[in-house]
């Protein structure tokens, strides 16, 4: 194949074809056949860059809310999944017997030592009226003056 005759050109590096349109073929006698082509070569990048660039940035971003579309498919297969269980527990829970009520003031209850808050949370008496809430009810602060 000859390069001066054809607007095909084999590239020996990576035998692919390359398509180039002769924009410039009165210089072919000015620099060689092989700079020819390469000045050919960027021009023609030249010329397309700001398209090539402009396609990349476009795929680069389908690309991004493909991979987010992913990470929030396996989230919400893991958040149903983890509802699932809960809605199981629930269930177990609710085919429970109840509580007996005298059995609950027993385990609501705290040992002598220790402050009930009203939420049945147990903390030590000294921290009652100390002007610092340790219950989240606030209780341990409730009565104080």
């Known amino acids: 194949m000859n390069p001066g005759n054809s607007n095909e050109r084999v590239n020996e590096s990576s035998k692919q074809i390359v398509k180039l349109k002769h924009y410039c073929p009165r210089y072919s006698q000015l620099i060689g056949e092989e700079k020819k082509y390469v000045f050919l070569e960027q021009a023609v990048l030249e010329r397309v860059r700001s398209t090539l660039l402009e396609m990349t940035n476009t795929l680069e971003a389908r690309v991004g809310r493909l991979e987010e579309d992913n990470k929030r498919t396996e989230m919400s297969k893991a958040l149903e999944e ?35 808050c009203d939420n049945g949370l147990c903390i030590p008496r000294e921290w009652v009226c100390d002007h610092e809430i340790d219950c989240s009810d606030k209780s341990d602060e409730k009565c104080c003056k």
């Open 82 to 116: 983890r509802l699932g269980l809960l809605e199981k527990e629930l269930n177990t829970v609710k085919n429970m017997n109840p509580i007996n009520p005298s059995t609950a003031m027993s385990i609501n209850s705290c040992p002598a030592n220790l402050f009930r």
